[in-house]
């Protein structure tokens, strides 16, 4: 396009950036335009699992959706190293979901034998372990550990490091990496989008919503809805340890630089400046009773992040009707998807359509399901 872009991306969080990588390795010319330094980015906060266990439950093809991400993580980390010579440092040694009484452990099987019985869901493995089991691949578990579920395809990655690594990533392909240009109307004028932005008007030919939960607010601008409930999560991390964790927990994992994450829980606020001490404490007093080495451990840091949650909490993946070119990727789960959103979805933008087998059970007219676990 003549003095504009191919592709504009609203938003430079982990979605918007590994969307605008697959745009530029499509050929396309991106921008992506960003809020400035201080704004909210969940991408900032996160956990850095890529996760599949337990990703499904009322919507069954997320599960397969889920696992083409997992499937598709260790090549998209070795194309990112290849072009940056940064290593996001993924492993997918399988992960666990630790129950601390039997009762736990029960409603765990149950919910993946409902999970695992959809009608439509992609078959994969999650095993349910008694605790000998679980201690034969985790020594260090307390005495109330009473077993977990385990999947295989569970894993986790450096996450700031994926964050860096991608806007070194867009920057190296020629992307146009635009921040303090808070986007604040979108309209359609002779086959063009305009995008009036804090710092002036930028214009493309298509535009990819990925503002996290300001997708509420931009996406009625191009005809499409985005119905959003952002949750707070708070984490904690102790100092570096000797290794002694090989498998990511879900609320529980050693990073490749020795810290432990714990983390991570569920508020209803969207207040990122605060803490709950009670929050932290509760994740905290799990966590001990999981590996009670823990008890003697110093914390050094703890924050909390809003989570990007659409209101049923699946993905939200749609084009418009009205305002053909418009496009909307928004998620939790942006570090497991981030392989998908890099690899399928931009390629879909970059032709100018999403798949009819996205497009159904992904796009905002199925919210009012109930919601995800
Ligand atoms: C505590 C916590 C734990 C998590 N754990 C995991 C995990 O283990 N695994 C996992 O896969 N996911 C996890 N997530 C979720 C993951 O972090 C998010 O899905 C992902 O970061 C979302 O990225 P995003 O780019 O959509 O949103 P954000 O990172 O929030 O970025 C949105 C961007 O849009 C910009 N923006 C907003 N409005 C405008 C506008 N009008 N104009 C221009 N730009 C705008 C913002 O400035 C921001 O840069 C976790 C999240 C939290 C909070």
């Known amino acids: 396009m003549k003095g504009g872009y191919d592709v504009a991306v609203v938003g430079g969080g982990l979605v918007g950036v590994a969307t605008a990588w697959g745009l530029a390795r499509e050929g396309c010319r991106v921008a992506?335009?960003?809020?400035?330094?201080?704004?909210?980015?969940?991408?900032?906060?996160?956990?850095?699992?890529?996760?599949?266990?337990?990703?499904?439950?009322?919507?069954?093809?997320?599960?397969?959706?889920?696992?083409?991400?997992?499937?598709?993580?260790?090549?998209?980390?070795?194309?990112?190293?290849?072009?940056?010579?940064?290593?996001?440092?993924f492993q997918r040694p399988g992960g666990f979901h630790l129950a601390?009484?039997?009762?736990?452990?029960?409603?765990?099987?149950?919910?993946?034998?409902?999970?695992?019985?959809q009608p439509g869901i992609v078959e994969y493995k999650t095993e349910i372990l008694d605790r000998a089991q679980v201690a034969k691949m985790l020594p260090d578990i307390g005495r109330e550990v009473a077993g977990a579920s385990y999947c295989p395809l569970?894993?986790?990655?450096?996450?700031?490091?994926?964050?860096?690594?991608?806007?070194?990533?867009?920057?190296?392909?020629?992307?146009?990496?635009?921040?303090?240009?808070?986007?604040?109307?979108?309209?359609?004028?002779?086959?063009?989008?305009?995008?009036?932005?804090?710092?002036?008007?930028?214009?493309?030919?298509?535009?990819?919503?990925?503002?996290?939960?300001a997708n509420m607010r931009l996406a009625p601008m191009v005809g499409l809805e985005a119905p959003m409930k952002p949750e707070r999560g708070q984490i904690v991390v102790t100092e570096r340890l000797r290794p002694f964790l090989h498998y990511p927990v879900v609320t529980l994992r050693q990073t490749d630089e020795g810290t432990v994450m714990i983390g991570d829980s569920k508020e209803e606020s969207t207040d990122p400046s605060g803490l709950t001490l009670g929050v932290s404490a509760t994740e905290a007093s799990r966590a001990v009773r999981m590996f009670p080495l823990l008890a003697n451990v110093n914390v050094v840091r703890t924050w909390s992040a809003i989570r990007v949650m659409t209101r049923d909490g699946f993905p939200i993946y749609d084009q418009s009707?009205?305002?053909?070119?418009?496009?909307?990727?928004?998620?939790?789960?942006?570090?497991?998807?981030?392989?998908?959103?890099?690899?399928?979805?931009?390629?879909?933008?970059?032709?100018?359509?999403?798949?009819?087998?996205?497009?159904?059970?992904?796009?905002?007219?199925r919210v009012g399901v109930s919601p995800a676990i």
């Open 32 to 89: 992506v335009l960003d809020e400035g330094d201080r704004a909210v980015r969940a991408s900032r906060g996160n956990f850095a699992l890529v996760w599949v266990q337990s990703k499904g439950l009322g919507l069954a093809p997320y599960a397969g959706w889920t696992i083409r991400s997992s499937n598709a993580w260790a090549g998209f980390a070795e194309s990112l190293k290849e072009e940056t010579g940064l290593d996001v440092c």
């Open 100 to 117: 601390l009484s039997e009762k736990e452990l029960e409603a765990r099987a149950h919910m993946l034998r409902r999970l695992h019985n």
């Open 154 to 213: 569970d894993g986790h990655v450096n996450s700031l490091r994926l964050f860096r690594t991608l806007h070194l990533a867009i920057n190296a392909r020629g992307a146009a990496y635009l921040p303090s240009h808070r986007v604040e109307s979108i309209t359609k004028e002779a086959g063009e989008f305009r995008l009036a932005t804090t710092q002036g008007e930028i214009r493309a030919g298509k535009v990819a919503l990925a503002a996290g939960n």
């Open 321 to 365: 009707e009205s305002h053909p070119g418009a496009f909307t990727v928004c998620c939790h789960s942006g570090v497991t998807l981030c392989a998908n959103h890099a690899l399928t979805i931009a390629p879909m933008i970059a032709r100018g359509a999403l798949d009819g087998s996205l497009v159904g059970p992904f796009s905002a007219r």
